[in-house]
């Protein structure tokens, strides 16, 4: 693949993320316009066509919890987390729901996923002079966080199961490397034995990315609750949503007062200690504000009762589709190391080339499935402002250093990402398809792929 061709999968994937599914809404709902009319002539049968939009998943349960616990913020006049004329405590009630849920002891809710990763890396006391093993296709928050910590993001290659593959990730490891965020990406965990094997042999930190995996996980333990510290986005494109919001949980209380307080100028609120089993030994640093609101805490809260409904749909749909394509020569469903952990956000395959990758997206688009090339995140190394290692300041030290200086990225970092992307087909899943859905799409792979 040129250089050129690379750069272009970035941009299309780009454009997937934010733009397939408002282009899939828009030709579906064309497609039932269609459906509607033939119904009026007499001897067609109506809806011969189901909808196959995947939809946003966390919109299509909005129901009147969200808006009774809406109200309940807007007639408090309490929409601030700490204080207000109400007793505020959304917030509050949301976080201790998502570490009982997550299976961890504390939850910190914030203002987004990014924001999330920025506390997580704070906490670690990651900066100049460290580095930091990132997947080479992922969301640019993962490589964001990590430069703006002042350390040095390393890309480690995809394998099959579209995570980061174990055998790259110890290759990267240096004696300054302090962690390595593990994304669990579209819809399925990493290979987390083999991840947290590597990684307390080698003695360096885990943050699990679990933005594209909310209530995922693996081997019955929640994402997120595995590594050090799980981080969660809450934006549309995700499971549960309140349009923008994120979380990070965590076990260890020390990291977590760092978390708390980084996201709130540096300071600690007492709900926090409380929490940790306080007082606090510890010094107030120079942090952000990333607190989450009390609308954000209240949409939150009535979504989180209906993840495990989202996830049990998805996840049932992707299943069947999975069994129905099992044996289609010239596929290879993706690796999955915990295939009962998946989300089903979509169905991923395989299949000889590039040239053959397209020409199944084009004939499944023409059957209306919602087909692309993996989607949602990007091929980082191949970006331009990451090639030219710019930054909000010529002299950022994590590009001053002397590995900072040698360090190349392009596409010689990671070319089995590359061959990876290249080879995928990506269908989307939706949290309301019905088995007829479901057929239709495994029939169209047969056909198609067959
Ligand atoms: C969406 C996403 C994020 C960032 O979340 P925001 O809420 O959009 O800031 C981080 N990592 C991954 C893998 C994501 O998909």
């Not at 350390?151 to 593959?165: E, H, K, Q, R, T």
């Not at 240096?174 to 590597?198: E, N, S």
């Given at each position: 693949?040129?250089?050129?061709?690379?750069?272009?999968?970035?941009?299309?994937?780009?454009?997937?993320?934010r733009?397939?599914?408002?282009?899939?809404?828009?030709?579906?709902?064309?497609?039932?316009?269609?459906?509607?009319?033939?119904?009026?002539?007499?001897?067609?049968?109506?809806?011969?066509?189901?909808?196959?939009?995947?939809?946003?998943?966390g919109?299509?349960?909005?129901?009147?919890?969200?808006?009774?616990?809406?109200?309940e913020?807007?007639?408090?006049?309490?929409p601030?987390?700490?204080?207000?004329?109400?007793?505020p405590?959304?917030?509050?009630?949301?976080?201790?729901?998502?570490?009982?849920y997550?299976?961890?002891?504390?939850?910190?809710?914030?203002?987004?996923?990014?924001?999330?990763?920025?506390?997580?890396?704070?906490?670690?006391?990651?900066?100049?002079?460290?580095e930091?093993?990132?997947?080479?296709?992922?969301?640019?928050?993962?490589?964001?966080?990590?430069?703006?910590?002042?350390?040095?993001?390393?890309?480690?290659?995809?394998?099959?199961?579209?995570?980061?593959?174990?055998?790259?990730?110890?290759?990267?490891?240096?004696?300054?490397?302090?962690?390595?965020i593990?994304?669990?990406?579209?819809?399925?965990?990493?290979?987390?034995?083999?991840?947290?094997?590597?990684?307390?042999?080698?003695?360096?930190?885990?943050?699990?990315?679990?933005?594209?995996?909310?209530?995922?996980?693996?081997r019955?333990?929640?994402?997120?609750?595995?590594?050090?510290?799980?981080?969660?986005?809450f934006?549309?494109?995700?499971?549960?949503?309140?349009?923008?919001?994120?979380?990070?949980?965590?076990?260890?209380?020390?990291?977590?007062?760092?978390?708390?307080?980084?996201?709130?100028?540096?300071?600690?609120?007492?709900?926090?200690?409380?929490?940790?089993?306080?007082?606090?030994?510890?010094?107030?640093?120079?942090?952000?504000?990333?607190?989450?609101?009390?609308?954000?805490?209240?949409?939150?809260?009535?979504?989180?009762?209906?993840l495990?409904?989202?996830?049990?749909?998805?996840?049932?749909?992707?299943?069947?589709?999975?069994?129905?394509?099992?044996?289609?020569?010239?596929?290879?469903?993706?690796h999955?190391?915990d295939?009962?952990?998946?989300?089903?956000?979509?169905?991923?395959?395989?299949?000889?080339?590039?040239?053959?990758?397209?020409?199944?997206?084009?004939?499944?688009r023409?059957?209306?499935?919602?087909?692309?090339?993996?989607?949602?995140?990007?091929?980082?190394?191949?970006d331009?402002?990451?090639?030219?290692?710019?930054?909000?300041?010529?002299d950022?030290?994590?590009?001053?250093?002397?590995?900072?200086?040698?360090?190349?990225?392009?596409?010689?970092?990671?070319r089995?990402?590359?061959?990876?992307?290249?080879?995928?087909v990506?269908?989307?899943v939706?949290?309301?398809?019905?088995?007829r859905?479901?057929e239709?799409?495994?029939?169209?792979?047969?056909?198609?792929?067959?």
């Amino acid at each position: 693949m040129s250089h050129t061709e690379a750069q272009n999968h970035a941009g299309n994937t780009n454009l997937n993320r934010r733009q397939f599914l408002t282009t899939a809404a828009m030709s579906a709902a064309c497609v039932n316009v269609a459906a509607a009319a033939g119904g009026a002539e007499p001897g067609t049968r109506p809806m011969e066509t189901p909808n196959i939009d995947p939809g946003f998943v966390g919109p299509q349960f909005f129901d009147k919890a969200e808006e009774e616990a809406l109200l309940e913020v807007l007639q408090s006049a309490s929409p601030f987390r700490y204080w207000g004329p109400g007793r505020p405590t959304k917030v509050l009630r949301f976080e201790e729901n998502f570490a009982k849920y997550m299976g961890t002891r504390f939850a910190l809710g914030v203002t987004s996923g990014t924001a999330a990763l920025d506390c997580a890396i704070a906490a670690l006391g990651v900066g100049p002079g460290d580095e930091v093993i990132v997947p080479a296709y992922t969301w640019w928050s993962d490589y964001t966080c990590v430069v703006h910590a002042g350390a040095l993001p390393v890309f480690a290659d995809i394998d099959a199961s579209l995570n980061l593959d174990p055998k790259d990730l110890a290759r990267k490891i240096t004696p300054r490397t302090k962690a390595v965020i593990a994304v669990h990406l579209l819809g399925g965990p990493c290979d987390m034995d083999a991840v947290m094997g590597i990684a307390r042999e080698r003695r360096i930190a885990v943050v699990e990315d679990c933005a594209q995996c909310v209530g995922g996980s693996y081997r019955g333990k929640k994402l997120g609750s595995i590594g050090d510290a799980g981080i969660y986005s809450f934006q549309i494109n995700k499971m549960m949503t309140s349009g923008e919001g994120g979380a990070l949980v965590s076990g260890d209380p020390v990291l977590y007062e760092r978390a708390a307080r980084f996201h709130d100028m540096g300071m600690i609120n007492r709900l926090f200690l409380e929490r940790t089993g306080g007082p606090s030994q510890m010094k107030m640093f120079a942090g952000e504000n990333f607190r989450m609101n009390e609308f954000t805490g209240a949409v939150l809260g009535a979504q989180l009762i209906k993840l495990d409904t989202m996830v049990q749909r998805m996840r049932a749909s992707a299943e069947s589709i999975y069994e129905g394509i099992r044996n289609v020569a010239g596929l290879r469903p993706r690796h999955r190391p915990d295939p009962g952990g998946d989300i089903g956000f979509g169905v991923f395959f395989e299949v000889k080339d590039k040239a053959m990758r397209d020409r199944c997206i084009a004939g499944l688009r023409q059957k209306k499935v919602p087909a692309g090339t993996l989607g949602g995140s990007v091929l980082l190394p191949l970006d331009e402002s990451v090639i030219n290692k710019r930054t909000r300041h010529a002299d950022w030290p994590s590009f001053t250093s002397a590995e900072g200086r040698a360090m190349q990225y392009g596409a010689g970092c990671c070319r089995q990402t590359l061959e990876v992307f290249d080879r995928f087909v990506q269908v989307r899943v939706g949290a309301k398809y019905t088995q007829r859905i479901n057929e239709q799409i495994i029939s169209a792979i047969r056909e198609v792929v067959g």
